[in-house]
């Protein structure tokens, strides 16, 4: 894989678009230093932006909670996606959008700092988030050392960089154990996501997923809810103690980047992938809604 300094193209950033190379910012940014920096990520699906509106909601929503705004409209960032997907000639790919707080002091105060933002897009190669086969094979996860904090002790609600600093420590280790994720849990032991996904298990024809306390309130998850109840499919919200893994039949995680990915494996806990009908369902009803072959409708539950 190219390193992504070093690919071309063009970068929206801070109103119009630059050469790739030329998107830089400061080393003494205060987005740097102290994480006051957030992100979302979009895919693109025959060439059009997945659920951007509610991506650009939940962007500003993140903002509010770091204690800074955007500078430019939901309408302006929604505009320079497309130009930068359009730019690009991307069918199948990624888009990251990013809002930091600029470089006019170095202190944890920053009442006064300008605010920077930058849509970028490339193509989404094979095996990006996990191993290209592993919509066949499961994925397998180990819980991690690091738990996510509760609401009141961190910005947990917003998509902000320094929330995945658990996540990266994490997944790390996981992946030199010998598993593809780390599971995290919350403040009182219970399960919460893997470190860039949202986790859902199966028992007996029935879905079960961790609430959102202690994390965002994902957007694939909400379409894999929303999936479920046209369905005809019964989700229970509530908290799940590891104990579960054990209990359940059967395990997936979804987030924009892997979508809907089974679990073959939690620990010494294996699921059969073959049988399970609930995830196929949810699977097969997931790449209808991204294709716009589906009329399931998910509400925007980020505009405010």
């Not at 006051?36 to 951007?52: A, H, K, N, T």
């Not at 094979?137 to 947990?156: E, F, H």
Request: glycine share 10%; with cysteine; proline share 3%.
């Amino acid at each position: 894989m190219i390193p992504f300094d070093q690919r071309t193209g063009k970068i929206w950033y801070d109103g119009g678009l630059v050469d790739w190379a030329d998107a830089k910012l400061h080393v003494l940014s205060h987005g740097l230093h102290y994480a006051s920096s957030i992100f979302e990520g979009v895919r693109v699906y025959g060439g059009e932006p997945f659920m951007l509106t509610e991506h650009i909601s939940r962007l500003r929503g993140s903002a509010r909670v770091l204690d800074f705004d955007l500078e430019y409209a939901d309408e302006t960032l929604h505009a320079a996606t497309l130009q930068v997907v359009a730019e690009a000639g991307i069918t199948e790919g990624y888009i990251r959008v990013n809002a930091w707080r600029g470089s006019e002091i170095i202190q944890t105060a920053a009442l006064h700092t300008s605010v920077h933002t930058s849509v970028a897009a490339w193509e989404l190669p094979a095996g990006y988030y996990a191993a290209a086969d592993a919509l066949d094979k499961g994925i397998s996860l180990v819980i991690g050392r690091y738990r996510r904090p509760a609401p009141q002790y961190a910005p947990v609600k917003s998509k902000a960089a320094g929330n995945y600093m658990i996540g990266t420590v994490s997944k790390n280790e996981a992946l030199r154990a010998g598993y593809d994720d780390a599971l995290l849990l919350d403040d009182n032991g219970n399960f919460v996501e893997v470190t860039g996904a949202h986790l859902f298990f199966t028992r007996n024809g029935v879905l079960h997923t961790p609430t959102t306390r202690c994390t965002i309130d994902g957007i694939t998850r909400a379409c894999v809810l929303a999936i479920a109840e046209r369905e005809g499919i019964e989700c229970v919200v509530g908290d799940l103690a590891p104990s579960f893994a054990g209990e359940a039949d059967g395990a997936f995680v979804c987030g924009t980047a892997c979508e809907i990915l089974p679990v073959a494996r939690i620990e010494e806990h294996h699921y059969d992938l073959g049988g399970n009908e609930v995830i196929q369902k949810l699977i097969s009803g997931y790449r209808d809604l991204t294709a716009g072959r589906s009329d399931v409708e998910v509400p925007n539950v980020w505009a405010s």
